[in-house]
């Protein structure tokens, strides 16, 4: 008898795991409270960019995607988890979850990098330890990572590429 509740369980779960993932894709990735994730290129060239999503998340560009010189790109998402990254530039790792949690991380050792690039979380309001993590123009660095669990009410984390 125990065989047979074991076998039975396991579709009403399928069945369970399937109608979560229509009502998921039903609600879209723009319907997560604004959650989105941006990228601007500062760096007076086009910047070809590259990405890495981990955990299920979906790609947010075609990987090789060219952002040009002085434009940006905001890109609607429930949660998120990866990497993005462009030549000559150091790799920006983030997690952005559905209830406005972060984590983020880009190494601030860019003095002879050609790209310069920085992770700010945008949020109203910010809570807990949310700072710009990476470098801008002139070296300026920041943080190099802000630890899981420390910063929330986060909305939208950007992603942006200087000149050094």
Known sequence: MATASSNSKAPLAL?????????TA???????????VTVQNLCGHDLNLGIEPRSNSKALFPNGW???????????????TGS?????????E????HEGGAYYEVSTD???MSVRVSVTPHGTP??????TAGCDTGGHCFEHSVPSGNCHGVTEIKIVYYNP
């Open 110 to 112: 860019q003095a002879t």
């Open 26 to 36: 039903a609600g879209g990735q723009g319907s997560c409270e604004g959650h989105k």
């Open 66 to 80: 060219l952002l040009p010189s002085g434009k940006h790109e905001s890109f609607d998402v429930c949660a998120w």
């Open 15 to 23: 069945v369970l795991l399937v109608a979560l993932c229509a009502t």
């Open 126 to 131: 910010l809570q807990g330890h949310c700072p």
């Open 84 to 92: 993005v990254s462009a030549q000559g530039a150091a790799v920006a």
């Open 94 to 97: 983030f997690h952005l979850d």
